[in-house]
C-alpha cells in the first residue's frame, strides 16, 4: 500500500519469530491497532494457537526483534509493564469485552505451518471486532470466499486493515475501528493476474465484496489522506 493509509504516528512491523520472518504490519502507535497486516495467503490446517505474544521493538530499538510473551519480556528483558503499555496494546486492554473480540487482520488460518500459525497471535496483529461480524459473515470470507477465490492461485498477496473508529476500550487505550477490509491479488500465471476487496462495518454481521478498485475508492474517501493504494499497477482494478 502506498502513503495514504499511513497515520502520522506509526511503526513498521517485520514480523519476526522462532528466528524468520512472517508477514508484515503497520501499526498505528496512538490508536494502539495495526493499520494493515500484509501477508502472502498458503492455507493450511492446524492447531488454533492460544498463546498471545507482544512487540519488543516498539518498546525500543534495542530489544530482540522476536516476538515475546508479555510476562517473559517482563521478566528476562526489565521491561516494565508501563514502559510495555505505552508502547502498545497490553493482554489487559482486551480483558472483558462486551459485544467485542479480538480479531485478527492476518489470520492463523491463512497459515499451513505452526510457526506462521502461532506468529498471528500477536496482540500488534488484532482489533477489536465485533464479535457476531467476527464469528459469522468475517469469518466465512476468511474461509470459505477466500477458498473459493484463489482456486486457480499460484500466489496470493493480501492486505487486511481497520479504519480508526471514535470509539474505544480499555478506558480510551484501544481504538475499536469503525470498519474492518481486506483485498487480494493472485497470479494465475505468468500473464494473468486477479484482485478483490471487501469491507464490512465493525457493529453489523455483514461483508461487501468489491473490485480492487471499489474498495480503493471507499478508503480513499475514509482515510480522508489521498488516493489510496493497495497493490502494484499490474493488479487488475476491475
Known sequence: PNAALTPQNSSWICQFYENQYHFATLYDRKERIPVYSAYIYQPGDGVRPSRWLVEPQLVGPNYPKNMEKESTLLKNFSVSLEQLSNSQAILQDYKNLTGLERGHLNPSGHHNNSS??????????????????????????????????????????????????????ANRRVNIPSYIWSSACCEVDANNR?????????????VEELSLRELEERLTDLYGNGSVSLFHRDCPRD
Open 194 to 206: 486477479k484482485a478483490w476487496g471487501l469491507i464490512a462495518e465493525n457493529n453489523k454481521n455483514a
Open 116 to 169: 506462521s500459525r502461532r506468529a498471528t497471535f500477536t496482540l500488534t496483529n488484532i482489533v477489536p471486532q465485533d464479535a457476531e461480524l467476527g464469528g459469522g459473515a468475517w469469518k466465512n470470507y476468511e474461509q470459505q470466499t477466500m477458498m473459493r477465490m484463489t482456486k486457480d492461485c499460484k500466489t496470493t498477496y493480501v492486505v487486511t486493515g481497520a479504519v480508526p473508529g471514535k470509539k474505544y476500550i
